[in-house]
């Protein structure tokens, strides 16, 4: 099983700035199988990035993925009021599918 | 836009079983495999399993084998994930979420399904 490390547990930052949140896998990923999803309180995930650098539909362009291997980044550009959210990264090029734990991103 | 519907929140006691179902509003439905997902209170995400709706052949996360049933219903656009021996700690939203084919992201969920398990 691979397991995902999120860094940090939570982020404290204000609206306008750059937010960027790491994953670290146990074993090398394959890049078009990587995925980042956004979760408010009460509310199912959303799919933002797959196939680690491409934005699902809708997704705005200030969110940006990069990385590859065992090393992934997720990049908010200048965080928005509705942004403030948790975030999880995924890996789903092995079964099982697995999810990190997730970084917070509060409100400074 | 595909709608994924759950049935509503349960409460059972512990040793019992909860079967939660997920209607798709899609007419592709037996062309995209269901994942199962699991978030306790103020916890991540852990997978539980995956369905082809099709053949309704299943995959198991290790942790949920022999204690998880998926299975679906064609006629009606529905899966369902029945788990069993029900104690305290599967105490969780259950999410249903679509995939465009194997090795693909979780482009849909649905809205989430509590389970609580209390004496």
């Known amino acids: 099983e691979i397991v995902l490390t999120q860094s940090p547990g939570t982020l404290s930052l204000s609206p306008g700035e750059r937010a960027t949140l790491s994953c670290r896998a146990s074993?090398?990923?394959?890049?078009?199988?990587f995925a980042w999803y956004q979760q408010k309180p009460g509310q199912a995930p959303r799919l933002l990035i797959y196939?680690?650098?491409s934005r699902a539909t809708g997704i705005p362009d200030r969110f940006s993925g990069s990385g590859s291997g065992t090393d992934f980044t997720l990049t908010i550009s200048r965080l928005e009021p509705e942004d403030f959210a948790v975030y999880y990264c995924?890996?789903?090029?092995?079964?099982?599918?697995?999810f990190g734990g997730g970084t917070k991103v509060e409100i400074k | 836009q595909v709608q994924l519907e759950q049935s509503g929140a349960e409460v059972r006691k512990p040793g019992a079983s909860a079967k939660v179902s997920c209607k798709a509003s899609?007419?592709?439905?037996?062309?995209?495999?269901m994942h199962w997902v699991r978030q306790a209170p103020g916890q991540g995400l852990e997978w539980i399993g995956i369905?082809?709706?099709?053949?309704?052949?299943?995959i198991y996360a290790e942790k949920f084998q022999g204690r998880v049933t998926m299975t679906r219903d064609t006629s009606t656009s529905t899966v369902y994930m029945e788990l069993s021996s029900l104690t305290s700690e599967d105490t969780a939203v259950y999410y249903c979420?679509?995939?465009?084919?194997?090795?693909?992201?979780?482009?849909?969920w649905g809205q989430g399904t509590l389970v609580s398990v209390s004496s």
């Open positions: 995924q890996q789903y090029d092995s079964s099982p599918e697995t």
């Open positions: 074993q090398s990923v394959g890049s078009g199988y």
């Open positions: 899609e007419n592709t439905f037996t062309s995209h495999y």
């Open positions: 979420a679509r995939v465009k084919a194997a090795r693909s992201p979780f482009d849909y």
């Open positions: 196939a680690a650098s």
């Open positions: 369905i082809n709706p099709n053949s309704g052949y299943t």
